[in-house]
């Protein structure tokens, strides 16, 4: 996509002429220079080139001859030319109206070979001579800041171990945009059949066999690859929410796809709140499907293409979306952000940042304040060529992107991540089935995850109506609440630390929820007491919260309050314990609004132990508060 874009900027500019007196009075010179310029402006580059050197066989001192020769090679990609005819060019005026023009062109080809010193030369030479092109002058001197920069960081070698993933995979002209689920069992991308910019692109998926190899990639689904031109997708943690651009006649937008059972439902628009009569492309969605990252030329950014942000109000509707600001964009181009799993560490790739050239890929990590200042991921990744759309998996060890090789070539690679660029706070995959404990069939039930250090709602998020499963990522390192509800049903609830540790690999959890009916009994996994204390702990409020509601939208119920202790110390006391906590968690609900006459409490002391009392983590979970349901 970026050497598309950078191809019809250098055709524009190139058109940009000097006046009309040319250098050569010879008429076939002229005769070729004209001809070459009608196949240079269509396109047909090696034809326009072939009549450009015919001209200057014909006039060696041909000075416009040669700087058409220049930007004709730079626009068919050949930069090593397009530098050798600028510098013979420059060699052929006096005047510094053409000289800074040719020093223009010479500082950005070099840069993009790498060679940083003759950058920042004729960079800067562009500088002292243009006074008035603030346009020019402010994209210069990005230029030369980024030739200073790869000068500084011309040794540096990060411990990063590179490789192209296999011909089943690259197995088209170009393969790019890559997406991969929280397991890393799937990874989807985008291939164009041809290399002109306006040939068919589809989205693919491929599978890891038993063996942990990419199987041949297929079609995701009828219902999402048509005629047009579907590409650029996210994909959300569970692999059931899908959103992706669509290209037709109207140009560039986004669209979403439900996942149901293993069918794909027909994409629908994001709507004016996200869409606009701008481009929009390249989306990233968070892990829960709540949050989204893509990317517009519309109006109202910092400049260039910026990466923009949509959220998910009450009502599961796409907000409007905003600009993500600084220090994210800049003037300049910023592409293909990627959200990771954690919800914290935003990778993308940029043109206006200190780097090596083109496009590099950096990572902002989000703050209490904001946005931190992204940092360049470095070498080897980075370096003078274009690199871009960069996922990183859950565990945020590795990352798959892709990375063109030549003109409308690129493929996809796979890559470790360095130590010092690893997220602080990684992933971890829970993921089951929710079922009706009596009749096993599998339910669409509501799946609320709670960050317990701030009680906030992180995820919301359905379970598949189909079979009932299930597929979310615990991001970081706290402790965290999950509420699994649906009407009709007693809820459920669970309790994850990942205060001291990761989970490997994924925790499968089977939910199986009881229908609302006497005896039925639930431990509330989130009630916490301090020490031999009986007032509740604040990481309790968002579970109690929860259970108030279920209370309250089902008024004909009663139910029972049961403390219960583990068996260390005096029985009597314990019994007492309990019935205290007992009594603190109806006087909790009672303040939220539920009916006294629903409530009951009471206190077993150790009477009822679920696990033996032989270590901690067993008293524990002896040391606990049920709901029963009475009548």
């Not at 930069?79 to 005047?95: I, N, R, V």
């Not at 070979?113 to 402010?138: C, M, P, Q, W």
């Amino acid at each position: 996509m970026n050497k598309i874009i950078f191809t019809a900027i250098l055709l524009l500019i190139s058109n940009i002429g000097f006046p009309q007196t040319l250098s050569t009075k010879n008429k076939k010179a002229i005769d070729l220079y004209v001809e070459a310029d009608n196949y240079r402006v269509r396109g047909q580059f090696d034809l326009a080139i072939k009549l450009l050197n015919q001209a200057i066989e014909k006039d060696k001192n041909f000075e416009e001859a040669y700087y058409r020769l220049g930007t004709t090679y730079r626009n068919a990609g050949n930069l090593t030319l397009s530098s050798e005819s600028l510098e013979k060019a420059l060699l052929l005026t006096p005047y510094p109206l053409k000289q800074k023009t040719y020093l223009y062109f010479l500082g950005d080809n070099y840069l993009r070979s790498g060679l940083y010193e003759k950058a920042k030369t004729d960079l800067e030479r562009f500088l002292a001579i243009e006074k008035t092109d603030r346009v020019k002058i402010n994209k210069a001197t990005m230029w030369a800041t980024q030739a200073e920069y790869g000068l500084a960081h011309a040794g540096e070698d990060l411990d990063y171990h590179i490789k192209v993933l296999s011909d089943t995979i690259n197995i088209y002209p170009m393969q790019y945009f890559p997406a991969i689920n929280a397991e890393g069992q799937e990874l989807i991308f985008t291939v164009r059949y041809g290399k002109g910019h306006n040939d068919n692109e589809d989205i693919l998926i491929s599978r890891k066999d038993a063996s942990g190899k990419w199987q041949e990639p297929v079609s995701i689904s009828e219902n999402i690859n048509t005629a047009y031109r579907e590409g650029a997708c996210s994909i959300s943690a569970d692999g059931r929410h899908l959103i992706f651009t669509i290209c037709g006649p109207l140009g560039c937008d986004l669209y979403e796809s439900k996942k149901e059972g293993d069918v794909w439902r027909r994409p629908v628009s994001l709507g004016p709140a996200v869409n606009s009569p701008g481009w929009e492309a390249q989306p990233s969605l968070s892990a829960d499907g709540n949050e989204l990252y893509f990317v517009s030329d519309r109006k109202g950014g910092v400049g260039g293409y910026d990466i923009w942000y949509s959220k998910k109000d009450s009502l599961g509707a796409w907000t409007r979306a905003i600009n993500q600001g600084k220090p994210v964009n800049t003037p300049y181009d910023e592409i293909a952000p990627f959200i990771h799993v954690n919800n914290q560490n935003l990778y993308f790739a940029s043109s206006g940042m200190p780097g090596f050239g083109g496009f590099d890929i950096y990572v902002s990590e989000k703050s209490d304040s904001g946005w931190l200042a992204p940092k360049n991921l470095g070498a080897r990744l980075n370096d003078f060529e274009d690199q871009y759309s960069f996922v990183v998996t859950s565990d945020g060890e590795n990352a798959f992107y892709s990375r063109e090789e030549g003109r409308s070539r690129s493929k996809l690679y796979e890559t470790n991540i360095p130590k010092e660029f690893q997220v602080h706070s990684r992933g971890n995959v829970v993921k089951g089935i929710v079922i009706d404990s009596q009749t096993k069939k599998p339910l669409q039930a509501e799946v609320e995850l709670f960050d317990l250090k701030t009680n906030r709602k992180i995820s919301f998020f359905k379970s598949d109506s189909i079979n009932g499963s299930y597929l979310m990522v615990v991001p970081g390192k706290s402790e965290y609440a999950l509420h699994v509800s649906e009407p009709g049903y007693l809820f459920f609830t669970l309790h994850f630390n990942y205060k001291e540790k990761n989970q490997d690999q994924p925790l499968v959890i089977n939910i199986a929820l009881q229908p609302i009916a006497k005896n039925a009994v639930t431990v509330l996994n989130n009630i916490f007491f301090d020490f031999n204390k009986s007032e509740v702990n604040p990481r309790s409020y968002s579970e109690l919260d929860e259970v108030a509601k279920f209370l309250k939208a089902n008024p004909t119920i009663k139910v029972e309050i049961g403390g219960h202790s583990d068996n260390v110390g005096d029985e009597n006391y314990n019994q007492q314990l309990s019935l205290k906590r007992a009594q603190t968690v109806v006087n909790y609900f009672l303040s939220r609004g539920v009916v006294s006459s629903q409530l009951t409490q009471i206190g077993y002391g150790s009477k009822f132990p679920i696990k033996p009392n032989d270590t901690e983590e067993n008293r524990q979970d002896n040391r606990r508060i049920e709901f029963k349901i009475l009548e």
